[in-house]
């Protein structure tokens, strides 16, 4: 699995040392950025529904410095449901929505292999693969990003178990298939009713923590 990206120039960067670590944000796409699903997964790779306020929320944390990622295992291409091709469609469209909205992905870690349900090529582990700390690890490598200062968002402890084991922060949202999988450790720091109460609260912090 190679994760998409979309790469935005800047400044150059400041001396060691100087700057602002940064931050990232890691975000669950099914239940947390996206409603949902519903219906067979065909369906569901059909529509492009956002979280209440999701998208004017992710706007006003990228504006406040945050590198946006999204991550999740794609069980439905993995097990052979949906095609590759219908889910580069739909990551796509996700992606250029997003764009409209001045929210600017800086990569979309979309896991579609499974070592245990997946199908074909797809039958084999990844360290993209929920709860596994890859999408995590891989932006600290590559984008410099702070993981103790960094946050991963999500509704099942999939996510926010691997976020944990990163050493990230993590919150939790209300919208999406909720806490069920008890057999996985995590800490999380609060849990809101959605992505938006959720962005809020950190930028809250975030403002705090500078004053």
């Not at 239940?31 to 529904?49: H, I, N």
């Not at 956002?50 to 295992?73: C, E, K, M, S, V």
Request: proline share 5%; hydrophobic share 35%.
């Amino acid at each position: 699995m190679t994760p998409s990206d979309n790469y935005l120039d800047g400044p150059l960067a400041p001396l060691p040392g100087t700057g602002t670590p940064k931050r990232g944000l890691f975000i669950d796409r099914w239940g947390t950025l996206l409603e949902p699903p519903s219906g067979s997964a065909k369906q569901t790779y059909g529509r492009l529904e956002f979280t209440p306020g999701a998208q004017d929320a992710l706007f006003r944390a990228a504006q406040a410095g945050y590198n946006i990622y999204l991550l999740g295992n794609e069980d439905a291409v993995a097990q052979g449901h949906v095609k590759d091709a219908e889910w580069k469609r739909f990551e796509t469209e996700m992606l250029s929505e997003l764009a409209r909205s001045g929210v600017g992905v800086k990569r979309c870690y979309a896991c579609l292999d499974d070592p245990e349900k997946g199908k074909g090529k797809h039958l084999r582990d990844s360290v993209f693969f929920l709860p596994n700390t890859g999408a995590m690890y891989h932006a600290r490598q590559h984008d410099g990003v702070n993981l103790t200062q960094s946050w991963v968002i999500g509704d099942t402890t999939l996510e926010l178990a691997a976020g944990w084991r990163a050493g990230c922060r993590t919150a939790g949202v209300r919208t999406g298939a909720g806490m069920s999988d008890d057999e996985l450790q995590t800490d999380v720091s609060f849990i809101g009713d959605d992505l938006a109460c959720v962005l809020n609260e950190i930028l809250q912090l975030a403002r705090a923590a500078r004053n």
